[in-house]
């Protein structure tokens, strides 16, 4: 498969706790997309890379959040200190320059 | 109000009909998307336009800059189509970020 993947898929944490995703984007894909979406909502943009550059941050991602491309390939996102309003599903997308975004199946995540 | 939005909410068919599907947007784009989200989460990508009309097989797009405005189309609509269809746009002052609509959950019933 030569999809944007992410891994875990569900995650089930406690307050408190610190949570680690990853995303591994299509291989040639320069741009690199972090989303999150809650229940009954569209996706809201988090951040996103070019290369191994973070170029866009939302307002949305606090001081907990962390993203991070190191070598222009993979990425992770870091959430610290999770909190119940955390939980949602967080999308990766990845795109050739300004291309179509593919995206990835997400990680679902629960707060408890 | 939302930059983008949809409607229906929710929308109905029987197998068979014509479903159309709207999307307004309040600010300058440089792209709309049209996506499709199946239960699970994961989201394809079916079009991308910055004017006029794309067709891929029983789907088509449109887009009217001037009035801000965009339609999904789907032909002869079928069971499998039932997902929600999400409208996004790249706006042209904020790099490649997309802003996406609140979705539209179309159900077909045979």
């Known amino acids: 498969d030569t999809g944007v993947s992410q891994d875990p898929r569900h995650k089930i944490t406690k307050r408190g706790q610190n949570v680690t995703f990853r995303c591994d984007p299509i291989s040639e894909h320069n741009r690199l997309y972090w989303y999150r979406q809650t229940l009954g909502q569209g996706p809201e943009f988090l951040t996103y890379?070019?290369?191994?550059?973070?170029?866009?941050k939302s307002r949305l991602l606090s001081d907990r959040f962390s993203a991070e491309r190191p070598k222009g390939s993979f990425s992770t996102l870091e959430i610290q200190r999770t909190e119940q309003g955390d939980s949602a599903m967080y999308l990766c997308a990845s795109s050739l320059a300004w291309g179509t975004q593919y995206f990835g199946p997400g990680t679902r995540l629960l707060v408890l | 109000k939302n930059e983008v939005e949809q409607s229906p909410q929710n929308l109905t068919a029987q197998e068979g009909e014509f479903i159309t599907i709207n999307c307004s947007y309040s600010v300058g784009i440089s792209a709309l998307h049209w996506l499709q989200q199946h239960p699970g989460g994961g989201i394809v990508s079916l079009f991308m336009?910055?004017?006029g009309k794309k067709k891929h097989g029983r789907l088509i797009a449109t887009i009217n800059i001037q009035e801000k405005h965009s339609s999904l189309h789907i032909t002869a609509s079928h069971p499998r189509d039932s997902a929600v269809y999400i409208c996004a746009v790249r706006r042209e002052t904020s790099g490649s970020r997309l802003t996406f609509g609140e979705g539209t959950q179309l159900t077909v019933n045979p």
């Open positions: 336009l910055s004017s």
């Open positions: 890379f070019q290369n191994e550059a973070q170029l866009e």
